[in-house]
């Protein structure tokens, strides 16, 4: 890729967090240069890391491009418990209030671009345009409900239910992401998930 072209993508990478803010309030000119300057965008390659088991858990990152999955291992088993797209936030809810070590992993499960949390630039932009500070805690708020929401529901519905709602809500994703990973996040063997779809496309 040229010069122009690598520019050219940076650019929408930002307006893409920037478009992202501008659903909470509306910036001025000046609010959006300086929220652009404060970001740390990342690229990385497909099998990558954001985190490990036992790493500190403080970062929190905004996806602007590709695939990141989160699992955990149970005896030696990836069980996978979340998958995060274009315009998702990854934040732990534990991240900024606990001292806490992570206790699942963060892959990239496609080349994947991030805006990484960064602690020091966001308390300068809050004292530089401490209207910032109002906007993040609505998106925190909104990020953490979601959380809620999606956790509350995966305990209490069952494979098939999960499965429906995946379609539903996230249709893209079923066909980006392998069936095994699917049927470890729904809660059953690859063999079980086969039996729904077959079951579903009878229906």
């Not at 893409?16 to 929220?35: C, H, N």
Request: charged share 25%; net charge neutral.
């Amino acid at each position: 890729m040229n010069t122009f072209g690598i520019c050219f993508t940076i650019f929408n990478m930002e307006h893409k967090l920037i478009a992202y803010f501008s659903r909470f309030s509306s910036f001025t000119q000046e609010e959006a240069r300086a929220l652009k300057d404060s970001m740390l965008i990342k690229t990385l390659e497909k099998g990558s890391f954001l985190l490990k088991e036992g790493q500190a858990n403080k970062a929190s990152y905004f996806v602007l491009n590709g695939l990141v999955r989160q699992y955990r291992l149970i005896n030696g088993e990836e069980v996978t418990t979340a998958f995060y797209t274009e315009e998702q936030w990854i934040i732990s809810l534990t991240a900024f209030t606990e001292d806490t070590a992570a206790t699942d992993y963060l892959i990239c499960d496609e080349e994947t671009t991030v805006v990484i949390g960064n602690e020091e630039k966001a308390q300068k932009l809050f004292r530089d345009f401490p209207r910032f500070e109002t906007i993040s805690r609505a998106v925190m708020e909104t990020v953490f409900a979601e959380q809620q929401k999606t956790m509350m529901y995966h305990l209490t519905a069952g494979p098939e239910e999960k499965y429906r709602r995946l379609l539903e809500t996230r249709p893209g994703l079923v066909q980006r992401v392998p069936q095994y990973q699917l049927a470890s996040y729904i809660g059953v063997k690859p063999e079980s998930l086969s039996r729904i779809r077959k079951r579903m496309a009878r229906q």
